[in-house]
Each structure stands twice: as structure tokens, then as C-alpha cells.
């Protein structure tokens, strides 16, 4: 089964410090993603990549930035973390292949901004 | 851009069935996918239609109609484990090329099934 994980379940985090958000996918997956979740708003998409160093903005990618160097690991990065990003971010992936519609998601991650 | 618009809530008895609707507007459309996320847990794939028409796995059912820019997930024989939010999602082509693709997804259906 594939397997999507990501570094932390709960991180608290104080304004203005620099946030690393960690996902790392066991199978091979071409493509990742980076959402995040808020209550009566669905999963937004903040970056995605296709391929290793490659990155494309979602549909909220400001106060954001990513890091693919390999290709089983994605990163999200909050350069100052400020208390409007408090929220569940959701890591996925999926491959090119068969089951390319199909995307696997991570645990998630809450993140608290003070 | 994409939109998508799905009902917030709903709520069904046990073994009954239930129809959740999901109306998109969008720039480009490949399909129509829908995930359930039951509280505290990892949103989970559930079906893609592709083309128009029913597609049926187990209990569950997916429709999707590209000329009304509407589809739906049918629920049968309901269980209280399928209590859960599903959302939902369009996939479109990214900006770089074949490999690069994105969903968007509703904002969730809270199914609530009682006894």
C-alpha cells in the first residue's frame, strides 16, 4: 500500500519563526501536493510538483514556498509564520500511472500559530 | 478558475440511500473525483469519472453528466460508518505541461447517517 507521511501530527509555533512542514511518499510518485484545511472551506491547494525541482503555484500559494530536491520528499516552508495560517495541511501524492486520478493523502499535520 | 458547489450537510437514515450533488464551473474539466474524510482522518479516494454515465463500486456510485457540469455520489444501504464529510473535486490540467495536473476541490458534505 502506498504509504504518505508526514513529520509532525500537532506543531506549535510562535509568529514571525520560520516553519518547515515535512512529506515523504514510498511509491515512487511523480507528482506531490500541498493543501491546506479549514472548517467550511475544503481543502485549498497551496503548491504542487511534477517532478523533482519543479513547483507550480495553487490556488493560495502567498506567505509559502516549497522544496522538492527529491523525489520521495516534498517540503512546505512558511517563511514567517503569522496566525492566519493556524490550519491542517494535508500532504499528497500520486503517480502517472494507472491509478493517476487516485491521490493519496498524509495524516496531516495541525499547525497553531501564537 | 474552478468553483464547485455541493451541500453542507445532510443527513440520512440507517439503509436508506442518499444522493449528494456536486455542480462545477470551470476553465477546463478532465473529471470529476470524490473522497471521503471521516473526522480526524486522511481524505480517501473514492471514484473519477472521466466520461459521462453511472460508475458503480459496491455500495457506492458516482454519476457525472459533462454537458450539465453536474455529478453526484449515491449511497446505498447507508451504515454509520459512512457518516463522514465527502467532498467532491475537479481536475484540471496544471500550466507545465502533461505531467503537471491539480484538483479543486468543494468545500465538503458532512453525511450524518442516524439509526
Known amino acids: 500500500d502506498v504509504k504518505v507521511t508526514q513529520s509532525s501530527r500537532y506543531l506549535v509555533k510562535r509568529t514571525g519563526e520560520k516553519v518547515f512542514l515535512e512529506c515523504v511518499q514510498d511509491?515512487?510518485?511523480?507528482?506531490m501536493f500541498w493543501y491546506r484545511q479549514d472548517p467550511g472551506l475544503g481543502l485549498r491547494l497551496i503548491y504542487f510538483s511534477y517532478d523533482v525541482k519543479m513547483k507550480e503555484k495553487g490556488d493560495i500559494p502567498e506567505g509559502y514556498s516549497v522544496s522538492r530536491e527529491k523525489k520521495e520528499r516534498f517540503s512546505l516552508i512558511l517563511e514567517s509564520a503569522s496566525t492566519n495560517q493556524t490550519s491542517m495541511y494535508l500532504c499528497a501524492s500520486t503517480s502517472l500511472g494507472e491509478r493517476r486520478n487516485e491521490q493519496f493523502f498524509g495524516p496531516g499535520t495541525r499547525l497553531t500559530v501564537l | 478558475g474552478q468553483s464547485l458547489e455541493q451541500p453542507s450537510e445532510v443527513t440520512a437514515v440507517e439503509g436508506a440511500i442518499v444522493q449528494i450533488n456536486c455542480t462545477y464551473q470551470?476553465?477546463?474539466?478532465?473529471?470529476l473525483s470524490w473522497y471521503q474524510q471521516h473526522d480526524g482522518g486522511a481524505p480517501t479516494f473514492l471514484s473519477y469519472n472521466a466520461l459521462d454515465g453511472l460508475e458503480e463500486t459496491g455500495r457506492f456510485s458516482s454519476f457525472l453528466s459533462r454537458s450539465d457540469s453536474y455529478g453526484y455520489l449515491l449511497l446505498q444501504e447507508l451504515q454509520m460508518k459512512d457518516s463522514a464529510s465527502y467532498f467532491c473535486?475537479?481536475?484540471?490540467?496544471?500550466?507545465?505541461?502533461?505531467?503537471?495536473?491539480?484538483?479543486?476541490f468543494g468545500k465538503g458534505t458532512k453525511l450524518s447517517v442516524i439509526p
Open positions: 511509491m515512487d510518485h511523480e507528482n
Open positions: 470551470t476553465s477546463g474539466f478532465y473529471g
Open positions: 473535486a475537479v481536475r484540471d490540467q496544471g500550466h507545465s505541461g502533461a505531467g503537471s495536473y491539480q484538483l479543486t
